[in-house]
T-cell receptor, first 116, second 113 residues
Framework: EAGVVQSPRYKIIEKKQPVAFWCNPI?????LYWYRQNLGQGPELLIR????????DSQLPKDRFSAERLKGVDSTLKIQPAELGDSAVYLC??????????????FGPGTRLTVL | QKEVEQNSGPLSVPEGAIASLNCTYS??????FFWYRQYSGKSPELIMS????GDKEDGRFTAQLNKASQYVSLLIRDSQPSDSATYLC?????????????FGAGTRLAVHP
């Protein structure tokens, strides 16, 4: 079974430029998460999708961040314009979803963003 | 107070010893708990989940949960240099199939030969 796929793996941009990250979850996983991980910290949730619906975006900085999950499969996270403080690793995770113990989140390799 | 707290380490243990990693959390309503391992430059990888008070063993790993005291621990027996990584404790604040993981900052473990 293929894991969570993310691209690009690395991105270096100038501040004020836009940037986008792409995620393809594990096949059949209805729940998709975007996290940001700063150096020396644990991942912090940005947004959670159930199929194509964003059900928890309370921690997404909506002035500059946006996300979409068209057709309930792939997802894109965008930052426009990027700031120096956005330098971090952006992780996508997927989960089978549903009740019971289907609560394991599987992480993709992440995109390391550097804003200069 | 942080929602999930871990000692940042580094925790240094000799090869073959038992490594003990601890985590405390603030939300008494939390029902599920996870330990993730993260090698440098890699993404987190689930190694243990625990839902009930007591111990849960999987190979060299044992997770321990005490909801009354609000702590979770991970024991690694017969530690190997390949266990050197950062271990992230995650607590699920959601319920009923809703999943909201709050991660600690992680404990860095170094196993030396």
């Amino acid at each position: 079974e293929a894991g969570v796929v993310q691209s690009p793996r690395y991105k270096i941009i100038e501040k004020k430029q836009p940037v986008a990250f792409w995620c393809n979850p594990i096949s059949g996983h209805n729940t998709l998460y975007w996290y940001r991980q700063n150096l020396g910290q644990g991942p912090e949730l940005l947004i959670r999708y159930e199929n194509e619906e964003a059900v928890d975006d309370s921690q997404l900085p909506k002035d500059r961040f946006s996300a979409e999950r068209l057709k309930g499969v792939d997802s894109t996270l965008k930052i426009q314009p990027a700031e120096l403080g956005d330098s971090a690793v952006y992780l996508c995770a997927s989960q089978a979803g549903g009740t019971g113990r289907k609560d394991t989140q599987y992480f993709g390799p992440g995109t390391r963003l550097t804003v200069l | 107070q942080k929602e999930v707290e871990q000692n940042s380490g580094p925790l240094s243990v000799p090869e073959g010893a038992i490594a003990s990693l601890n985590c405390t959390y603030s939300d008494r309503g939390s029902q599920s708990f996870f330990w993730y391992r993260q090698y440098s430059g890699k993404s987190p990888e689930l190694i243990m989940s625990i839902y009930s008070n007591g111990d849960k063993e999987d190979g060299r790993f044992t997770a321990q949960l005490n909801k009354a005291s609000q702590y979770v621990s991970l024991l690694i027996r017969d530690s190997q240099p390949s266990d050197s990584a950062t271990y992230l404790c995650a607590v699920n604040l959601g319920s009923g199939g809703y999943n909201k993981l709050i991660f600690g900052a992680g404990t860095r473990l170094a196993v030396h030969p």
